[in-house]
């Protein structure tokens, strides 16, 4: 029996060095006004796209989704900063906590090789 090493995908450490990057990228995004959030979308659905390990296409997906539920909380409740100023702080306030819940644990469970 013929094995194909060509379709095993080895893991190494500049894998996992991204993974992290991508986490600390998203989990730093509101100190940048979104930006490391797009950057570091846009490098998850590449990475997804040339993914075979389950763990890695999990994690892509994970900071995904996470990425869009975000803009779209932070855009449905964008009406309530024309109520004077606190319930939009306030809203916006929540939503960056989720993010932010969501990146470390997410960030976590791939440091320990856990899925999403």
Do not use: Q
């Amino acid at each position: 029996m013929e094995n194909d090493l060509a379709n095993i995908d080895i893991k190494n450490s500049n894998d996992r060095t991204v993974m992290h990057v991508l986490y600390g990228l998203h989990t730093l995004a509101w100190f940048s006004g979104g930006v490391f959030a797009v950057i570091a979308l846009i490098v998850n659905y590449i990475r997804r796209a040339d993914e075979s390990d389950p763990l890695y296409i999990d994690h892509h997906s994970y900071m995904i989704r996470t990425f869009w539920w975000t803009l779209l909380w932070l855009v449905l409740l964008s009406p309530l900063w024309l109520l004077l100023m606190l319930p939009g702080v306030v809203a916006y306030g929540i939503v960056w906590l989720w993010y932010l819940y969501r990146c470390v644990r997410g960030w976590m469970r791939f440091n320990s090789d856990r899925f999403s």
